[in-house]
T-cell receptor
Framework: KQEVTQIPAALSVPEGENLVLNCSFTDSAIYNLQWFRQDPGKGLTSLLLIQSSQREQTSGRLNASLDKSSGRSTLYIAASQPGDSATYLCAGGRYGQNFVFGPGTRLSVLP | NAGVTQTPKFQVLKTGQSMTLQCAQDMNHEYMSWYRQDPGMGLRLIHYSVGAGITDQGEVPNGYNVSRSTTEDFPLRLLSAAPSQTSVYFC?????????????FGPGTRLTVT
């Protein structure tokens, strides 16, 4: 059974820091990997999708990479801002199988 | 486009009551799914559908029922509510099935069973 770990579980940083969130899968045969943001009491907002032929994706201050040999992904957030405070979840799965979600990393960026 | 919509936003049930959580999408997506989110456990798949008339079970299907009569709608029915079903429920849709395509989520329904 695929299991997903996200490290750290929670993170508190001062504004302006660059930070890295980690996600790892017990089954490294990930087809697509998606990173989401979830604000308190809200739904999930898609941030980045790394498709099967890709190794990384970038959107503004966000960069996500996927190492398929190890089943590990990192989400890099540059120059963090208080508005980045949220829970970040990763999800991935084998081809033709459903996404499996990690438990999330709760990020607080202090002004 | 409204994207994925869910109703109600909040619901309180007594043990044994039944109810239906509504989900609709206007993106003409074939694949729709229901998840529950519990603290510290991430999202777990309840049921999913790869198209109208086709549904299948996910990781935690017991106590829930689904049907898909149209592409747009995918309701989730709680047959006899139990306190263990207290959770936040999310509906999602995507162009195709499984992890092959980007998923879009609704805002969620927060259910409390007393």
């Amino acid at each position: 059974k695929q299991e997903v770990t996200q490290i750290p579980a929670a993170l508190s940083v001062p504004e302006g820091e660059n930070l890295v969130l980690n996600c790892s899968f017990t089954d490294s045969a990930i087809y697509n990997l998606q990173w989401f943001r979830q604000d308190p009491g809200k739904g999930l907002t898609s941030l980045l999708l790394i498709q099967s032929s890709q190794r990384e994706q970038t959107s503004g201050r966000l960069n996500a990479s996927l190492d398929k040999s190890s089943g590990r992904s990192t989400l890099y957030i540059a120059a963090s801002q208080p508005g980045d405070s949220a829970t970040y979840l990763c999800a991935g799965g084998r081809y033709g199988q459903n996404f499996v979600f990690g438990p999330g990393t709760r990020l607080s960026v202090l002004p | 486009n409204a994207g994925v919509t869910q109703t109600p936003k909040f619901q309180v049930l007594k043990t044994g009551q039944s109810m239906t959580l509504q989900c609709a999408q206007d993106m003409n997506h074939e694949y729709m799914s229901w998840y529950r989110q519990d603290p510290g456990m991430g999202l777990r798949l309840i049921h999913y559908s790869v198209g109208a008339g086709i549904t299948d079970q996910g990781e935690v299907p017991n106590g829930y029922n689904v049907s898909r009569s149209t592409t747009e709608d995918f309701p989730l029915r709680l047959l006899s509510a139990a306190p263990s079903q207290t959770s936040v429920y999310f509906c999602a849709s995507s162009y195709g099935g499984g992890s092959d395509y980007e998923q879009y989520f609704g805002p969620g329904t927060r259910l409390t069973v007393t």
